[in-house]
């Protein structure tokens, strides 16, 4: 039998025989010990390993591959890249995130149009490609410290706007990011709620992203994580590589700032 099969089973078989009042507890010690059973094996290895064909293989009009391609510590530099993203590039004159520099690089390199990523359907065509590409990068991150580079202009602009936008409500509900990632000890459907507004608490969150997801056995990326986010509040949600969404991560990642780097992280 699958062995992740076998763990989901013993959790519910576990279940099955305890007290309602103890189910809480019982449940959160099996969703902790999955994730333990998982991180010697983590299913995002494999992404990652597509990734790696993906960032060597040469693809699109100019046929070239992603080789060449700077995420901010000089071109080919891919260890510790991403615990220093979201950043400034001087190149674009834009604050970027890891998606919207690899967007970047496989247009310049690759002359492939960013808007093949921007249109696919999450987890389809391009969009499944550029998972592929982050689970490999950020792999190369693991164990790395959160470094995020607050110096320039542009990136204490865009701290300010992820601020607004993770206290804003919106939507039927009159929900923002804060309702549910703005207090301490919060839960839903039993898993933990990271407040997102201490050191703390964006290192667990942001240093834990992108991850795979246990529930739908998918690998999403931190823009994947953000739009459904944005989906759960029941708004409009953002175009994929917006300012509103690197804003998002800017904020989070420099509250998380010194914070240790755990990725692909599993996730409910």
């Known amino acids: 039998m699958n062995p992740q099969k076998s763990i989901r089973l013993a959790l519910l078989a576990g279940l099955a025989v305890v007290p309602l009042a103890q189910a ?8 902790n010990a999955y994730r333990e059973a998982l991180a010697d094996g983590n ?3 494999l992404v990652a390993a597509e990734g790696e064909e993906l960032w060597k293989m040469p693809r699109g009009p100019k046929n070239a591959s992603l080789e ?3 995420l901010g510590l000089g071109p080919g530099v891919i260890k510790g890249a991403s615990a220093q993203l979201p950043r400034f590039f001087k190149d674009t004159g834009k604050v970027q995130d890891l ?3 690899l967007m ?3 247009e310049t390199l690759q002359g492939i149009d960013p808007q093949a990523v921007v249109k696919a359907g999450w987890l389809k065509g391009e969009k499944e490609k550029m998972a592929a590409l982050v689970a490999y990068v950020v ?5 790395h410290k ?5 110096r320039p202009p542009e990136m204490k602009k865009m701290y300010e706007m992820g601020k607004l936008a993770f206290y804003y409500r919106t939507g039927p509900m009159d929900f923002s990011c804060a309702t549910c990632h703005g207090d301490q000890g919060k839960r839903i459907r039993m898993q933990e709620l990271p407040d997102l507004r201490t050191q703390a608490g964006a290192a667990s969150g942001w240093g834990s992203w992108p991850a795979y997801r246990v ?3 998918q690998f999403w990326t931190m823009q994947h994580r953000l739009n459904d986010c944005f989906r759960q509040q029941r708004t409009a949600e953002p175009i994929y590589g917006s300012d509103a969404t690197i804003a998002l991560s800017v904020y989070l990642a420099a509250t998380a700032n010194g914070g240790k780097v755990v990725t692909p992280g599993i996730k409910r």
Do not use: H, V, W, Y
């Open 43 to 45: 299913p995002s290895e």
């Open 68 to 70: 060449q391609c700077d």
């Open 139 to 143: 792999t190369a991150s693991n164990g």
């Open 24 to 31: 809480g507890d019982e449940l959160l010690d099996g969703i």
């Open 99 to 101: 998606e919207t520099r």
């Open 215 to 217: 529930s739908n056995g």
């Open 104 to 106: 970047t690089c496989m």
């Open 146 to 150: 959160i470094r995020i580079d607050m």
